[in-house]
């Protein structure tokens, strides 16, 4: 079994904790997670946390951008299932509107086309209303709304 460091003075858990930071964008959640793994708690932790955001190395804001836009570009993740992920990171309804108006909405249009193209082309079903549902529950699995996924559908003839 694994001992974990304990990091006892506060300069090394700042520097852990900033480097942690400075690596990718983070989430007070993560940021916190990480800290009780090494051991740290309470008004430390919070203080730590509370360093992290006065110097710039946490910022909920920028994370919901970087996430919100990441997601969709690599993943092509649709908004709701965004939402959805940063919801359950605790982020604020404000940074994840901020977070989410990363996503052109032309880019939004074209990447749904590219996925549902995709589907279609990947599927072995024959009869044209079985795929078309079969291609929506994807979509929406994927987190795209349904109302742009039809709209999306009718333009490509389903």
């Known amino acids: 079994m694994q001992t974990r460091k304990k990091y006892h003075t506060q300069t090394e858990a700042i520097l852990k904790a900033a480097n942690f930071c400075a690596y990718q964008?983070?989430?007070?959640?993560e940021v916190l997670a990480k800290l009780q793994e090494w051991g740290i708690y309470g008004d430390?932790?919070?203080?730590?946390?509370?360093?992290?955001?006065?110097?710039?190395?946490?910022n909920e804001e920028r994370f919901a951008k970087a996430f919100?836009?990441?997601?969709?570009?690599?993943?092509?993740?649709?908004?709701?299932?965004?939402?959805?992920?940063?919801k359950l990171r605790q982020i604020s309804d404000f940074c994840i509107g901020v977070g989410l108006k990363e996503i052109d909405p032309d880019d939004y249009l074209m990447t749904l086309q590219a996925v549902l193209q995709k589907q279609i082309d990947k599927s072995k079903i024959k009869h044209p209303m079985l795929l078309k549902q079969k291609v929506?529950?994807?979509?929406?699995?994927?987190?795209?709304?349904?109302?742009?996924?039809?709209?999306?559908?009718?333009t490509m003839g389903y």
């Open 25 to 29: 964008e983070r989430c007070h959640q």
């Open 44 to 58: 430390e932790a919070a203080e730590l946390i509370l360093f992290l955001i006065e110097n710039n190395y946490l």
């Open 68 to 86: 919100a836009g990441g997601k969709f570009r690599v993943k092509k993740w649709g908004r709701t299932k965004i939402k959805r992920e940063l």
């Open 136 to 154: 929506f529950q994807y979509a929406m699995q994927r987190g795209y709304e349904s109302d742009i996924i039809q709209d999306v559908l009718k």
